[in-house]
């Protein structure tokens, strides 16, 4: 709050502040590259409230299904507490006199307030059309102030679709949770991220040429236009994965030196038993063999392939194809 809170004071004394980026995506309508922090800062002391630290996961969680945060949360002191503005003395025994102001005890102030621009840089890409890795890296760049963004989170503000929203269902699963050994999503979407490759994998795995950013970027643009109904069968589809999991040992995908979750086994078992009902838009109803699992984590290729130039594309197809074969036996 700290922070936020001088955001306002800086506003009010009509001190410049940090202009807001802005991506044209259509007519009238605009993505935030960089100043999204800034712009919920003036939302929340509007509203006079501050969401809580430590449920900062949970609240992204529901504005991400409802869109936006509900009256009846916003007003719940479980969520969050009253934005009365936290600002250091300037002086001994001088102390700030906008400290323990909110919106509505401005008085005077509360016209400036109102009043001052923001001043914001409209970013549109002309050419190519068909590729807006460009934004993407005057977004990743842009989000240097503050707290920065990780790639997937950046995604998610460019690419946000139903898919994502499927994404974002499927993550809360608790066989998926599980698999993770991880109770809470992560706060910067490094869980989503994996999902997204998974699928990506499986869709378009033959294509894959690195990097991989671009390529997740490439498919998170393509996957804006799926259906309900693509979107609800890769859904079903993750869940008959899941399901084959429910009576093996918990941690499958765990690597047994690092205890870290193995991303390229993952990813690979994934492709490697949908890829075959993938196209007649089956499910999986047949358990997954743990013990071929273990020896694709121990297959020596496969190895070699996820210790170093991991995002190669080489080493991404031998990883897809030694699963294939190992499963497929």
């Not at 409802?66 to 969050?80: Q, T, V």
């Not at 890795?133 to 977004?139: D, G, L, Q, T, V």
């Not at 503050?146 to 946000?160: C, D, F, M």
């Amino acid at each position: 709050m700290n922070r936020a809170s001088k955001l306002i004071e800086s506003i009010i004394l009509g001190l410049p502040i940090p202009q807001i980026f802005l991506y044209e995506e259509g007519k009238n309508k605009f993505l935030i590259i960089d100043g999204q922090q800034r712009l919920m800062s003036i939302y929340y002391f509007m509203k006079r409230r501050f969401p809580l630290k430590d449920k900062r996961v949970e609240l992204r969680r529901i504005f991400e299904i409802h869109g936006s945060i509900p009256n009846e949360i916003l007003n719940n002191d479980n969520y969050f507490s009253n934005f009365d503005l936290s600002l250091p003395q300037k002086l001994p025994r001088q102390p700030n006199k906008f400290k323990g102001l909110n919106y509505y005890t401005l008085g005077d102030y509360k016209t400036q307030f109102e009043l001052r621009p923001i001043r914001n840089v409209i970013v549109k890409q002309n050419v190519p059309k068909d590729d807006d890795s460009s934004i993407y890296e005057i977004f990743n760049r842009l989000n240097s102030g503050g707290v920065n963004l990780y790639p997937q989170e950046i995604r998610a503000s460019l690419y946000h679709s139903a898919f994502y929203e499927m994404l974002n269902r499927i993550n809360m699963e608790e066989g998926w949770r599980k698999l993770l050994q991880m109770n809470d999503p992560d706060i910067h979407m490094k869980d989503i991220e994996l999902l997204l490759r998974a699928f990506a994998m499986l869709i378009d795995g033959e294509e894959y040429t690195p990097s991989l950013p671009k390529f997740l970027n490439s498919f998170s643009r393509k996957s804006r236009s799926n259906n309900p109904e693509q979107n609800k069968y890769l859904e079903n589809l993750f869940k008959s994965f899941l399901k084959q999991f429910e009576t093996l040992p918990q941690d499958p995908f765990i690597g047994k030196r690092n205890k870290r979750f193995h991303i390229a086994l993952f990813e690979a078992v994934f492709t490697a038993v949908c890829k075959p009902i993938f196209r007649d838009h089956q499910l999986l109803d047949s358990p997954i063999d743990i013990s071929k699992i273990r020896q694709i984590a121990e297959d020596e290729k496969f190895t070699k392939a996820s210790s170093e130039g991991t995002t190669k594309k080489s080493n991404v197809e031998i990883r897809l194809t030694r699963a294939k074969e190992i499963l497929g036996d």
